[in-house]
Nanobody
Framework: QVQLVESGGGLVQPGGSLRLSCAAS????????MAWYRQAPGKQREWVAS???????GYTDSVKGRFTISRDNAKNTVYLQMDSLKSEDTAMYYC??????????????????WGQGTQVTVSS
């Protein structure tokens, strides 16, 4: 099993900043990719940003130039630095991590895990 623990959400004024963290733990052999999604009330979950094992990043258009995704491979942790926050960024943010896990001494498998979500509210 691979577990994800998110932190860093909260209430911030428009134009402010927040930094989200997501730490993965468990029988992890390797992590292929890490991503952030968000879901606002009444809307579908949408992809926000992702980073590959090689460090390649991608962002949805609405956050480009404002959000920065990064990862610390030694800590199995992914971060989302959010600057110049807008009211439309208000949502529950979820991290998603996928890769290879170790089930036993000789058995391995894939994992695709999600965090529990952390609320980000941008309001004056």
């Amino acid at each position: 099993q691979v577990q994800l623990v998110e932190s860093g959400g909260g209430l911030v004024q428009p134009g402010g900043s927040l930094r989200l963290s997501c730490a993965a733990s468990g029988s992890i052999v390797s992590i292929n990719g890490m991503a952030w999604y968000r879901q606002a009330p009444g809307k579908q979950r949408e992809w926000v940003a992702s980073v590959s094992s090689g460090g390649t990043t991608g962002y949805t258009d609405s956050v480009k130039g404002r959000f920065t995704i990064s990862r610390d491979n030694a800590k199995n942790t992914v971060y989302l630095q959010m600057d110049s926050l807008k009211s439309e960024d208000t949502a529950m943010y979820y991290c998603n991590v996928w890769g290879r896990r170790r089930d036993s001494r000789w058995n391995f498998g894939d994992f695709d895990s999600w965090g529990q979500g952390t609320q980000v509210t941008v309001s004056s």
